[in-house]
């Protein structure tokens, strides 16, 4: 089965072709990943923006993923989209997208949870079977794990996700975005580590106090640049993004490290685009060592948001027997993860797809 999935739910406009070989429909092959990101020019995400953006370059991201995977519209089988979390106006433009080639090619259409499409893309591509997903985006913090039919959130940000917090950080000193890339940059030319406030609340975490403190101790010691970007070759600010990373990493794997003794299982599994940062998943691997357990990070084109990973949760969900009308196709801006009914893993060892 051929399977287009659409990602739009915040500044990428993304899309993928993914077959699964009809011998064993567990085997995914993504036969393209294109995609467009909508940079602002300055400040943060405005939805509306980002939804024109995704509506200018649907019509070319959708023609280069099918042209890349080799096929022709009328080859596919399914339609899948990102139904949400996310924000509303860019989530509407890609189902709208999803809808228009649904109808017009006459084949079922699937809308999937955005957080489990990234924990299934890891599954299907890193060998992982029944994972905790440290899933760290901009807008997403989340710690979540299979049990008892559902996926569930573990433990999550109370506030701002961990991406969102370090692009604030930056846009505040002057850094463009996205700044996660550049703080990693700048954190490995320092080990001089600065105590910043450590925030875990039972599973929970929040990072608004800990930005806070950092870009205080900048702005006390005159290391905002505004809105120029400008070359940061600057020890103190090398210094506090070490100490960023160090306090706001040390506080995700905590809680993961908590999911994972109490799920009793012993795989976690890297998600988001902030899963890119190397650090980051080093220390994930660092304590999942040392408790018997093993790490996984996907490739860094399927950590990040991409069309893809929403592709092959189609195929997933439409092999269990999910099937959707256009009625149901509706976009959910708050859509949990734990709304889902996961018909795909009866036993919930990962063995039934
Ligand atoms: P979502 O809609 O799932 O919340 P998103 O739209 O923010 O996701 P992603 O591509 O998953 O998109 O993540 C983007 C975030 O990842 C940005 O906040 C960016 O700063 C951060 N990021 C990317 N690379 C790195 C890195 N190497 N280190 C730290 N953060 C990074
Ligand atoms: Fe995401």
Redesign the pocket.
């Known amino acids: 089965m051929y399977c287009l999935g659409i990602e739009s739910?915040?500044?990428?406009f993304g899309c993928g072709v993914v077959s699964n070989k009809p011998s064993d429909g567990a085997i995914c092959t993504v036969l393209s990943n294109e995609s467009k990101?909508y940079k602002p020019v300055e400040g943060g995400?405005h939805p509306r923006e980002a939804a024109n953006h995704h509506a200018n370059v649907a019509g070319d991201v959708v023609s280069a993923a099918l042209e890349r995977a080799g096929i022709s519209a009328k080859d596919l089988d399914l339609v899948a989209f990102s139904q949400g979390?996310?924000?509303g106006p860019c989530l509407r433009t890609g189902a709208t997208a999803a809808r228009a080639l649904a109808l017009s090619l006459d084949i079922p259409i699937i809308g999937v949870n955005?957080?489990i499409a990234?924990l299934e893309i890891g599954r299907a591509t890193t060998g992982c079977r029944d994972p905790v997903m440290l899933?760290?985006?901009?807008?997403?913090t989340q710690v979540i794990a299979f049990a008892e039919g559902k996926y569930r959130v573990f433990g999550e940000t109370l506030d701002v996700?961990?991406?969102?917090a370090?692009?604030k950080f930056?846009r505040d000193l002057g850094i463009p975005?996205?700044?996660?890339?550049a703080?990693?940059t700048m954190a490995l030319k320092s080990k001089n580590y600065i105590p910043l406030p450590y925030c875990v609340k039972g599973m929970d975490v929040t990072f608004s106090g800990l930005m806070t403190a950092a870009f205080n101790l900048a702005e006390k010691n005159g290391i905002v640049f505004g809105t120029k970007p400008r070359q940061h070759e600057n020890s103190l600010l090398n210094d506090l993004c070490y100490s960023l990373?160090e306090t706001a990493f040390a506080a995700l794997v905590e809680v993961t490290e908590r999911a994972m003794a109490h799920t009793e299982k012993n795989e976690v599994l890297m998600?988001?685009?902030?899963?890119?940062?190397?650090?980051?998943c080093e220390m994930a691997k660092i304590m999942a060592e040392a408790r018997g357990a093993q790490c996984f990070v996907p490739p860094?084109s399927l950590?990040?948001?991409?069309g893809a990973m929403i592709a092959w949760t189609g195929i997933v969900m439409h092999r269990s027997g999910v099937r959707m009308k256009l009625k149901d196709t509706q976009i959910n801006q708050k859509f949990r993860t734990d709304d889902v009914e996961v018909k795909w893993r009866k036993n919930g060892n990962g063995g039934s797809i």
Do not use: K, W
Not at 9 to 12: D, G, I
Not at 135 to 140: K, L, Q
Not at 161 to 164: K, L, Q, S
Not at 303 to 306: G, H, R, V
């Open positions: 739910t915040a500044h990428t990101m995400i979390p996310g924000l955005h957080c990234h899933y760290t985006s901009g807008a997403n996700g961990i991406g969102n370090l692009d930056g975005f996205p700044a996660g890339p703080i990693e990373q998600a988001g685009g902030v899963a890119r940062n190397r650090r980051l860094a950590c990040t948001d991409n």
